[in-house]
């Protein structure tokens, strides 16, 4: 069975910093071009950072450009996305997804085959 599972999601005051990570079972992490995605209360699911299958390729969206990193461990099937600095605006659901090897690293979920059911990050004093 193919599953993606969200973890390390949680409560951290503004300029603290959260590791997030994908775990992948039913198939390898390695081939696949990975996106971390959030959706915060009342917006838009926004793209927010992307690793591609050959790892040449990253994208992040500019507002956690220099504060946020994204990284494979493919010893444990795992992408991790490391947060610091963290604001309070980036308080949202973090979903991670994989696509296809094709898929392009754009922030976009166009291409995204499997989803993960997400894990909340809150960021608040």
């Known amino acids: 069975q193919v599953q993606l599972v969200e973890s390390g999601g949680g409560l951290v005051q503004p300029g603290g910093s959260l590791r997030l990570s994908c775990a992948a079972s039913?198939?390898?992490?390695?081939?696949?071009?990975i996106g971390w995605f959030r959706q915060a209360p009342g917006k838009e699911r926004e793209g927010v950072s992307c690793?591609?299958?050959?790892?040449?390729?990253?994208y992040f969206v500019n507002s956690v450009k220099g504060r946020f990193t994204i990284s494979r461990d493919n010893a444990k099937n795992t992408v991790y996305l490391q947060m610091n600095s963290l604001k309070p605006e980036d308080t949202a659901v973090y979903y991670c997804?994989?696509?296809?090897?094709?898929?392009?690293?754009?922030?976009?979920?166009?291409?995204?085959?499997?989803w993960g059911k997400g894990t909340l990050v809150t960021v608040s004093s």
């Open positions: 690793i591609s299958s050959s790892d040449e390729s990253l």
């Open positions: 997804a994989a696509g296809e090897p094709t898929t392009y690293c754009t922030g976009s979920p166009y291409g995204m085959d499997y």
């Open positions: 039913g198939f390898t992490l390695e081939t696949y071009t």
